[in-house]
């Protein structure tokens, strides 16, 4: 059996199917694939060669590969004839997950436009700012979201999803996508980022980052699938994704809509507030075989107490994304879905690196339950001291990466742009880490260390340790101001249902492992669920006051 060194080589090595060549993107030397789709439009055309195969559900519609080149088509047209909407135009979507959603993305991209995807939670202050922050001349939105702002304040055109988004579908059904020229480097997308500080910023995302985001992940999973550790299942010719990420977000949009169109894949996409139960009865219903159980939604999921009526049996794989998942959850995750145990898989990025920075799963993640694996295919990383210098392996500082993917700019910000792209074109990720034996460790936010009595006390170390307590379901920890400390540690525990923890007999448990400075002296029980942003990281300047909590919903 070749060596996983061997197998990497021959996938993306010369003559390879990712073959990887180094080539200069806006002023740095990076490496791309060779053979790759130019644009995101060039993706979507080649999906028409699955024809008739089923790639949206919701609800009781079904869009094949086939309907879906019409749809868009169709609809580019439109926006093009109705709105005037061209090369460099913004089109902003807000809008709960829905076909709609989708087909306004492709129809945008393929004019040469750019989407701007804005947050499906945000109130009516926030979704003012990002309007007048994007300056769309086109806003697509669901009647839910619009009741939040008054008409009046939206300077854009705007298409009601529900009694207006048909006709656009229906304005030229023969028509063909658009032939607007692209490059790879124009803008296709603006992502809002969490905002757990001041205004969030939009990372604009390029064709070629979306396009590399794309061929990376499928190059790393190749790559898993002939590893010597990989198991004969562990990866399904077809694969069906049951996809709860919100499309704002690089996890339902990149990872999800864009992913598994360029692979052939079936998407199931749901409506309302988070349901752990109807979350199940799409399982087995759909026979889905991939979900992404971001942030609280596995949790539930595997707890609701009724779990064991539905046949889960068709998962094989489950993932998580955004930051590093406890080891008690990634278990509980294996035990309930066990066709799926072999093959859970976690991947690290951020809207401004596009790609991933690093992913890990089956047996490597077993073995290194708290690592967020080796850097993905592409991917440069460096850990950087505070004076911006390269750390030696084992050394705790900030990552910054490099790759022909990450972001082009934060939109109209300079400033920002300015602070985390660097000479070179390297991206401050601004999360602390280590790369250890060539895998990547993530600590914690920067600004989610805590400081005691001069101390940094590292909130994810402790929120292992409580996650892996057998009546906790989910927890957070944070620092709160003492006058004689700096700062005192504060754990947030969500019980599991039915489970009731006194704040003794959770102290002692960390005790147990924990050194005694990084044991919490201050606790909360909730019983409702830690407050999350679109990636389903928990806000935890909600938790700390300095915010305003917005739960898992639409």
Known sequence: MPSDEEVREKIIGPGGPFELVDAEVLGA??????????????????????????????????????????????????????????????????????????????????????????????????????????????LVADRKRLARIPRDEIRAEVIEIESEFEALTRHAPDAALPDTPIDEDDRAVILYTSGTTGRPKGAVGTHRGVVGFVQQQMANGVIGMLSSSAKPDSAPAEMTALVTAPLFHMSGLYAMAVMFLATGGKTVYRGGRFDPEDVLRIIEKERVSFWSALGSMGPRVVDSPRFGEYDVSSMRRVGFGGAPTSPALQERIRKAFPNAASSLGLGYGSSESVAVVATIGGEALARNPTSVGPPAVGMEVEIRGEDGEPLPEGEEGEIHVRSAWSMLEYWRDEASTAKAILPGRWLAMGDIGALRDGLLYINSRARDLILRAAENVSPVEIEHRLDAHPEVLESAVIGVDHPELGQEVKAVVVPVLGASPDPESLRAWCAETLSGYKVPTLWEIRSEPLPRNAAGKVLKTALSGEATAKLLEE
């Open 29 to 138: 030397r990076v490496k791309v694939f060779k053979n790759r789709p130019m644009s995101l439009r060039e993706m979507f055309a080649g999906s028409a060669g699955h024809g008739d195969k089923e790639h949206i559900v919701y609800g009781d519609r079904r869009i094949t590969f086939a309907e879906l080149q019409s749809l868009v088509a169709s609809t580019a047209r439109a926006l093009q004839e109705r709105y005037g909407i061209g090369h460099g135009d913004r089109v902003a979507i807000l809008a709960a997950n829905c076909p709609e959603w989708v087909i306004t993305w492709w129809a945008t991209v393929s004019l040469g436009g750019v989407v701007s995807a804005l947050n499906g939670w945000w109130t009516h202050d926030e979704i003012r700012y990002g309007l007048e922050h994007s300056d769309p001349k086109l």
